[in-house]
């Protein structure tokens, strides 16, 4: 019964958040584990900062909100302690928020209801995780298709994240490029890829600022009352419709009854 209320409480944002630990644990694992390279390690560091930013400041936000804020810290400490930047090794413990969110999920409502019947942060949480996510990718494949390049301008982290944001905000300063085919190809996958998200923060910006008009309860009354009226109309018409068609047959049979005169 427990679990099941958690389900409740789960939101869209704590789906974003669950995903980007699921990304944060990769990014470290992918560094710690595994000979990269010095530039490559380095980025992977740099993005793994910036989600756990963005861990805390939700984090934030939920303590901000909360009645007891002194039973949310008690709940959400791992949390904190796991998104705390310069902290790799306490990253692990994402592994429990995962887990938990993902039961809450299974034994709670349907992940589409619980995404429909918040359409706003729905689209906030959409568009976090794919900036994000097209920042880690496009980052670090420019980094690795373009640090090895004849000619390349994009050779350091801080290039490559620098021009990943630019090219995903489709402003295109010019002062790093591509050079390489493949570089051009991750390029045209960030441009759509932010054409697409400032698409969707339009579309959000144009649903809270735009006002939603309340229907009156008298308007909706009286149009039912005229819907109402026109069914009752159209079914009359098609009664009268359906008995002229009959009284010609009547008129012919009662004439077939008539003896016939010699």
């Known amino acids: 019964?427990?679990?099941?209320?958690?389900?409740?409480?789960?939101?869209?944002?704590?789906?974003?958040m669950m995903l980007l630990s699921t990304i944060t644990l990769g990014l470290i694992i992918t560094r710690l584990w595994f000979d990269v390279g010095t530039e490559t390690?380095?980025?992977?560091?740099?993005?793994?900062?910036?989600?756990?930013?963005?861990?805390?400041?939700?984090?934030?936000?939920?303590?901000?909100?909360s009645e007891?804020?002194?039973?949310?810290?008690?709940?959400?400490?791992?949390?904190?302690?796991?998104?705390?930047?310069?902290?790799?090794?306490?990253r692990y413990f994402r592994l429990l928020q995962i887990i938990r969110i993902t039961q809450a999920l299974y034994q709670g409502k349907n992940v589409l209801q619980l995404l429909k019947s918040h359409y706003q942060e729905t689209t906030i949480a959409s568009v976090i995780l794919l900036l994000i996510s097209v920042l880690t990718v496009g980052s670090i494949s420019i980094l690795m298709v373009?640090?090895?390049a004849p000619g390349a301008s994009i050779l350091t982290a801080a290039d490559a994240f620098w021009w990943t944001i630019v090219t995903v905000s489709t402003v295109g300063y010019g002062d790093l490029y591509p050079v390489s085919d493949a570089?051009?190809?991750?390029?045209?996958?960030?441009?759509?890829?932010?054409?697409?998200?400032?698409?969707?923060?339009?579309?959000?910006?144009?649903?809270?600022?735009?006002?939603?008009?309340?229907?009156?309860?008298?308007?909706?009354?009286?149009?039912?009352?005229?819907?109402?009226?026109?069914?009752?109309?159209?079914?009359?018409?098609?009664q009268q419709t359906t008995n002229a068609g009959r009284r010609p047959f009547k008129a012919q049979k009662k004439r077939a009854k008539r003896p016939l005169r010699d």
């Open 146 to 148: 373009e640090s090895n």
């Open 41 to 65: 390690a380095n980025l992977l560091f740099k993005l793994d900062t910036l989600v756990c930013c963005i861990l805390l400041s939700h984090l934030a936000y939920g303590c901000a909100l």
């Open 183 to 238: 570089g051009r190809i991750v390029a045209s996958f960030i441009i759509l890829s932010g054409i697409g998200t400032f698409a969707a923060v339009s579309g959000l910006m144009a649903s809270i600022l735009v006002p939603q008009v309340k229907p009156d309860p008298q308007q909706q009354a009286l149009l039912y009352e005229v819907q109402r009226l026109q069914a009752q109309i159209a079914q009359l018409q098609k």
């Open 68 to 90: 007891d804020k002194a039973q949310y810290l008690k709940q959400h400490w791992i949390d904190i302690l796991a998104s705390l930047p310069l902290s790799e090794h306490l």
């Open 1 to 16: 019964m427990q679990a099941h209320k958690q389900g409740k409480k789960i939101s869209p944002l704590d789906i974003t």
